[in-house]
């Protein structure tokens, strides 16, 4: 075979490859999520998407940049720019993080909104006080506020409540696994997400509060195309 007719081969293989992932691309949505928590959320999400069998390409969970709300959109919009420059921006684009004792919570959650005024698909995935919550809805409704006592933070007490449930004696954040050991409860923390959104509308209520389950139905939508 002559060199002529490899380099031929080669090409046409090449342009066959970029036709396959852009037409691949035009039936799948990317998602970009950013994660305050530098373990237990991305664990979680990424064990989700393994799961589900999404691509890493398509539900994208970089390493966060910082650990305050704030430091999570600006770090999430950096990188949506600078993909949107290579000229294939992320259809959407999840900012994750707790209320919890952050200065910078009502900042940030005004800065996605600013964002998507200016066309950018930023959306906050927020939970009052802690993503804890969402783990704590998959054994059941629960409206009780939560409150700091004595040196227990109001994260360490959703985190008490936790430890009491079948299973969770010895959580700890940054935990491995957590998606898989309470994926058969999944069903359940939407419904009682949803009930506790419900409420919170009704009530003016936001503690406790969770967007975790808008997350988790995305996702899932994403993997049933």
């Known amino acids: 075979m002559g060199s002529d007719d490899l380099f031929r081969k080669n090409k046409a293989?090449?342009?066959?490859?970029?036709?396959?992932?852009?037409?691949?691309?035009?039936?799948?949505?990317?998602?970009?999520?950013?994660?305050e928590g530098t373990k237990t959320e991305p664990h979680y999400l990424r064990e989700m998407r393994d799961d589900l069998r999404i691509r890493p390409q398509l539900v994208h969970i970089p390493p966060n940049d910082g650990v305050s709300p704030?430091?999570?959109?600006?770090?999430?919009?950096?990188?949506?720019d600078q993909d949107a420059v290579a000229g294939d921006a992320f259809d959407m684009v999840y900012c994750v993080f707790d209320r919890d004792k952050h200065t910078t919570f009502d900042a940030a959650v005004r800065r996605t909104r600013e964002l998507t005024a200016e066309g950018k698909p930023f959306?906050?995935?927020?939970?009052n006080p802690c993503f804890e919550v969402w783990l704590l809805l998959h054994f059941g409704y629960y409206d009780k506020p939560f409150h700091a006592v004595g040196k227990k933070s109001v994260g360490d007490q959703v985190v008490s409540a936790l430890k009491t449930k079948?299973?969770?004696?010895?959580?700890?954040?940054?935990?491995k696994?957590?998606?898989?050991?309470?994926?058969?409860?999944?069903?359940?923390?939407?419904?009682?997400?949803?009930?506790?959104?419900?409420?919170?509308?009704?009530?003016?209520?936001?503690?406790?509060?969770?967007?975790?389950?808008?997350?988790?139905?995305?996702?899932?939508?994403?993997?049933?195309?």
């Open 166 to 175: 079948p299973g969770f004696a010895k959580y700890g954040k940054g935990q």
């Open 70 to 80: 704030d430091r999570v959109v600006a770090h999430a919009e950096k990188l949506y």
């Open 123 to 127: 959306v906050a995935i927020t939970s």
């Open 13 to 35: 293989r090449k342009a066959a490859e970029l036709q396959r992932r852009k037409g691949e691309r035009a039936r799948n949505r990317r998602f970009l999520i950013v994660c």
């Open 177 to 225: 696994g957590i998606y898989g050991q309470l994926k058969d409860k999944l069903a359940d923390a939407l419904t009682h997400a949803a009930q506790l959104r419900g409420r919170g509308v009704a009530t003016g209520s936001i503690n406790p509060a969770t967007d975790v389950d808008e997350l988790v139905k995305a996702i899932q939508a994403l993997a049933a195309k």
